[in-house]
């Protein structure tokens, strides 16, 4: 089926640097995508969430870029920091599910920050 | 004010069992949804519950149950466990029933042995 995908399993960062995470995703039938951040032992994070009648979105330190032509979501950090260190997943609500909030996810990739 | 929460945090079961999930929304959120996380992967959607109804289904078997109580909160039953519904066991919040952002509890951990 469909699915979110994810280009790097795990991207390493120095402390202060900019990181900058991507998804392509395969399914063109989407509206909206998130980006959620999940630390070991805990739940997946909101952080930020984009609709697909926009281009980019920002929020604090964080930027997401989705560009529909070629169907691929980033996720720009601005000066990483140590608290960064996480799995950030990207996720799609594909407008075929009808009213009901179906997030399909990626695999994830893994945000390594060292100092 | 307190996000979503789930109970218990940790649960060890045998094959055959049966397992109940437990969860609490945002208060005033409307919307539950359960997903499954299998160790290194992400969360895969499993039910949404809205009002009370079942408003979306992933590709689980008939062995997964959930409801939804007035008070908007839900379980998730599991039937005949298996090795296999070992997992990361999420709940998420939402608003409304469309495409709302979704707020995730922090999950539980069920080992099936």
């Known amino acids: 089926g469909e699915s979110v995908g994810l280009h790097l399993p795990t991207l390493s960062v120095q402390e202060g640097d900019n990181s900058i995470i991507n998804c392509a995703y395969s399914n063109s039938a989407s509206d909206y995508f998130i980006w959620y951040k999940q630390e070991s032992g805990k739940g997946p994070q909101f952080i930020i969430d984009i609709r697909s009648n926009m281009d980019k979105r920002q929020g604090q330190r964080v930027t997401v870029l989705l560009n529909k032509t070629v169907k691929h979501l980033s996720l720009q950090i601005a000066a990483t920091q140590p608290g960064d260190s996480a799995v950030y997943f990207c996720a799609e609500n594909p407008l075929n599910t009808g009213t009901a909030s179906k997030l399909t996810f990626g695999t994830g990739t893994r945000l390594q920050v060292t100092l | 004010d307190a996000g979503v929460t789930q109970s218990p945090t940790h649960l060890i079961k045998t094959r055959g069992q049966q397992v109940t999930l437990r969860c609490s929304p945002i208060?005033?959120?409307?919307?539950v949804s359960w997903y499954q996380q299998v160790l290194g992967q992400g969360p895969q959607f499993i039910f949404q519950y809205y009002e009370k109804e079942e408003r979306g289904r992933g590709n689980f078997p008939d062995r997964f149950s959930a409801r939804q109580f007035p008070n908007y909160s839900s379980e998730l039953n599991v039937n005949a466990l298996l090795l296999g519904d070992s997992a990361l066991y999420l709940c998420?919040?939402?608003?409304?029933?469309?495409?709302?952002?979704?707020?995730f509890g922090p999950g539980t951990r069920l080992t099936v042995l």
């Open positions: 998420a919040s939402s608003l409304f029933r469309g495409t709302d952002t979704q707020y």
């Open positions: 208060s005033g959120h409307k919307s």
